[in-house]
């Protein structure tokens, strides 16, 4: 339930901070209003000898009134905050597996173009405005209902008791699939999904289970082309035979807990608009918004002959040829695919149907079928997946990354790739295994492969079946090549909620490892320069957003599967957390479940870590396992010590994996031009995650404000501080894990202070600060001893006749005491000193951190640190 937030709304604050600066907080008026002189000799003025800064002293101008920002941290309290600005995880909103899309007005606007020409081409003469928009609205109301929002599909599903407006709307609808919300601000979500609040209308023809069965972590994508929105997520199959292209159930057939997951199937479902009904894609459903058809409404088609064999291609509409590859024009006749019998088939020349998977890997692979082998049916493989990863990368390609499940074959989950042809076309040939738990890397060649042990099943006299957990070794092509073994205790038996984004040629996949009970299921890293990898992973550099794994925390955790999502020109990492960070569960045991989380994310290259130290560093760990297990004549990880027959790795193999990439589909036999082993490779960092008031996005907040702290027209001089630092003043990172822990401004030892001040060469008009404390214990502090502000202008609330002399300051701000843990010395990162004020006209901000006012002043001799410094406003 959400909990009832008293609001210190905009105009409430102003009133307040209005009537403070008439009446003073502790004095008379006349006590409030005394003018401060920016210069001078006094205790509270500081000089710099040898340099032209201009001097201001602790205190300057008048004393300007502001509100701290505190909410309270316990949870059995009321959390007082103004929403407007600010955000706090608070795991209000109930949600597992978030899969999380912002759509612009520019989007919005692109796919309702689309739809309309659809229906338009469609219907041809017949097509009628007004019954276009009865049924799928106007722009307008595009604009209002869809535009400028975030959105979100969380793991779940309806009963099969709709209620009665969704069946009479959707008569066909037999239950609904992943709970969508929207939401303005990532921070406040209304449940928005057409099927009883849900994403997607499963309907008692398909392919899924007839009642709702492991339907898990749903992602968001949309498609360019289209304008489509698609979900993409994981659900059980109806129990099959040998005439269905999906399995038979293997429950009842052995004793083996795993074979309740060998049903699960990765699914794709489409909408013209974000919030549903999203439907399974069928090629039919896919392809009729990409297709031309003719005036009376049938699917334009050209003859092409082939090897002697004539058949009809649908073509591609003329409005859409400058968003396909290719340098088309308007008129130009493009292929777009079959259209065989009044049906479109898919790329590959399969039916595509409501009874058909899109991605049955167990039917289709024959190499999976192979090395996967379904024990009880012939010609079929086991291999179910969850959490897929729709990514359509800068080229407009599309690939799918997921986790192959645990199941009655094999243990554990582990990582695969695959490129789409289109949104129904899987180019079974692509199919590139990335990642297994523990391990550091996977190598793929095509032709070399580790073995691993699979489950066994075997036949009895009787009919059932003995099953051996650790039953056979074999070696196939298509697992690969397992890099050192990084240990049980680095990532447990599950990579799992995999999410990539592509940034610069880069491509970065984050995981989560352990199991979504572990308070450690968090955002681990690997990078790779393409996407089929080898993914370099970096435990060193993980978790990038999660746990700090070195001081452990009592604030939040369990902050695993996720998604990432662009909202303008910033990027937020959206997870779930646990409703308890200690010990999510009550006392009787059970999983007390898990809310949605949200945190800012950046790239940081301080390390200047370049993509072929990366190389090198896995090449000599590689090699170092080598030899210790020609040494000892088994592999690391075998507990049963067999003889050791893997594939022998060498230096020389191993690069060569690098400059062909794990799949030479990509880019043909060489892709040494996406090496780049000497360029610097930036690495994702997570401010998060929080439980303390955060700044909302800045597509959330009202009248163009931002941080201005990191305009470009903005300089930062140090006065007393550590200049080698100077550059983390402003840089965007919240310091977090302990990697990041020198990545702070440092203060000066000598005079026991921070004092750093922001120009820019266009006046601010701002209304917030924070500075933002250290990670570290004994550099922590419990206040900002000053604030002073050269105001530009006098501000418009000022009392007529006040005596001004174009300063004002802030003295003593205090931090959020909810920031720190006394009893165990540590910090809970991202809390800050924070004051919220009346709008004020700026030129300069001088900001001073003392030493004196550490949380321990015997620990750090002398020395205090600031993580960030944060500025809400706009260009005055």
């Not at 601000?185 to 099927?195: K, R």
Request: proline residues 4%; contains cysteine; hydrophobic residues 30%.
């Amino acid at each position: 339930m959400k909990k009832l937030l008293k609001v210190l709304t905009s105009s409430m604050m102003a009133c307040a901070l209005a009537l403070v600066s008439l009446t003073g907080c502790a004095g008379t008026p006349s006590d409030t209003m005394a003018i401060k002189t920016p210069t001078g000799t006094g205790s509270s003025t500081q000089t710099t000898p040898g340099t032209n800064v201009e001097q201001v002293g602790l205190t300057a101008g008048f004393e300007l009134s502001h509100d701290s920002g505190f909410v309270d941290n316990d949870k059995t309290q009321v959390n007082i905050y103004d929403y407007n600005y600010y955000y706090f995880n608070e795991q209000r909103a109930t949600g597992a597996d978030p899969g999380a899309w912002y759509v612009s007005e520019k989007d919005a606007l692109d796919s309702y173009t689309k739809l309309k020409y659809r229906e338009m081409a469609k219907q041809g003469s017949a097509f009628d405005l007004n019954a276009f928009e009865l049924e799928y609205g106007s722009w307008d109301y595009w604009k209002e209902t869809y535009a400028d929002q975030f959105y979100v599909v969380t793991t779940g599903c309806t009963s099969t008791n709709l209620s009665a407006k969704t069946k009479q709307k959707y008569p066909t609808a037999v239950y609904g699939l992943y709970q969508l919300r929207t939401s303005k601000d990532l921070n406040d979500w209304v449940e928005a999904g057409e099927i009883d609040t849900h994403a997607i209308m499963a309907e008692a023809d398909g392919w899924y289970n007839r009642t709702p069965e492991n339907c898990w972590a749903p992602e968001f994508s949309r498609d360019p082309i289209t304008g489509l929105y698609v979900v993409c997520a994981s659900t059980n199959s109806k129990s099959g035979d040998e005439t269905t292209e999906y399995n038979p159930d293997t429950t009842g057939y052995f004793g083996y807990v795993q074979e309740k997951w060998d049903r699960m199937n990765l699914l794709i479902a489409v909408s013209p608009n974000p919030i549903g009904p999203y439907r399974f894609i069928t090629a039919e459903e896919y392809y009729q918004n990409v297709a031309a058809y003719n005036n009376d409404g049938t699917v334009k088609t050209v003859s092409v002959t082939e090897d002697g064999k004539t058949k009809e291609m649908a073509i591609y509409r003329d409005d859409l040829l400058d968003d396909i590859d290719g340098d088309y024009k308007s008129g130009d006749i493009v292929y777009l695919t079959e259209y065989k019998d009044g049906e479109f088939l898919n790329l590959n020349g399969h039916k595509v149907r409501k009874t058909t998977m899109p991605l049955n890997f167990g039917y289709y692979h024959e190499k999976l079928k192979e090395a996967y082998p379904h024990w009880w049916i012939e010609d079929r493989g086991i291999w179910p997946c969850i959490d897929i990863n729709p990514v359509v990368n800068s080229k407009g390609e599309i690939y799918m990354y997921f986790s192959q499940h645990t199941s009655s074959v094999i243990e554990g989950n582990h990582v695969w790739v695959i490129h789409m042809k289109d949104w129904v076309t899987p180019d079974w040939d692509s199919l590139t295994h990335i990642s297994s738990p523990s391990y550091s890397i996977i190598y793929n060649d095509g032709e070399s492969a580790d073995t691993q042990y699979y489950i066994t099943h075997t036949k009895q006299p009787d009919g059932t079946y003995l099953t051996n957990t650790r039953g056979e070794r074999k070696a196939f092509a298509i697992n690969g090549v397992q890099g050192y073994y990084m240990g049980s205790a680095s990532e447990g038996t599950i990579n799992e909620g995999t999410f990539v984004i592509e940034k610069d040629g880069w491509y970065y996949m984050t995981y989560s490892p352990f199991g979504l009970g572990s308070r450690m299921y968090s955002l681990f890293l690997a990078v790779a320069n393409n996407p089929y990898g080898p993914f370099i992973k970096l435990p060193e550099y993980s978790p990038c957003l999660g746990l700090d794994k070195v001081e452990n925390g009592d604030y939040m955790a369990g902050c695993g599967h996720h998604s990432f999502v662009w909202a303008g020109e910033e990027l937020y990492a959206v997870y779930h957390c646990f409703y308890n960070p200690v010990n999510n569960n009550d006392a009787n045991g059970n999983f007390l479940g898990r809310a949605i989380g949200f945190d800012r994310m950046g790239w940081y290259d301080y390390d200047n870590l370049t993509f072929g130290d990366l190389v090198d560093q896995q090449i000599e760990k590689d090699l170092e396992e080598e030899a210790q297990e020609d040494k000892v004549g088994y592999k690391m990880v075998d507990r049963n010590k067999e003889a050791n027959d893997d594939f022998r790795v060498t230096e020389s193999w191993i690069r060569e994996r690098f400059v062909e990439c794990n799949n030479s589909f990509y880019y043909g036999k060489d892709v040494t031009e996406i090496y780049r082993e000497n360029d610097i490779i930036p690495l994702p960092y997570g401010n998060g995650p929080t439980h303390s008031l955060q700044p909302l996005p800045e597509v959330a907040l009202p009248d163009g404000l931002g941080n201005v702290a990191n305009d470009d027209d903005v300089h930062v001089e140090l006065i007393y501080g550590d200049q080698d630092t100077i550059k983390f003043a402003n840089d965007g990172l919240v310091t977090y894990q302990e990697w990041s822990s020198d990545f702070e401004l440092a203060g000066d030892t000598q005079a026991k202070q921070i004092k750093v001040k922001l120009s820019w060469d266009t006046p601010k008009a701002i209304r917030n600060i924070m500075v933002y404390n250290s990670r570290e214990y004994e550099y922590g502090f419990t206040q900002v001893k000053s604030i002073v502000f050269k105001l530009d202008r006098k501000p418009t609330w000022y009392p007529e006749g006040a005596p001004y002399n174009d300063y004002c300051y802030i003295k003593d701000l205090k931090a959020d005491p909810y920031g720190w843990d006394n009893t165990n010395f540590r910090m809970r990162k991202g809390g800050s000193a924070m004051a919220n004020f009346n709008e004020i006209v700026v030129s300069e901000v001088i900001i001073t951190v003392s030493a004196d006012d550490k949380i321990d002043v015997t620990l750090g001799k002398g020395l205090v640190r600031l993580s960030e410094i944060y500025i809400m406003g706009k260009n005055a």
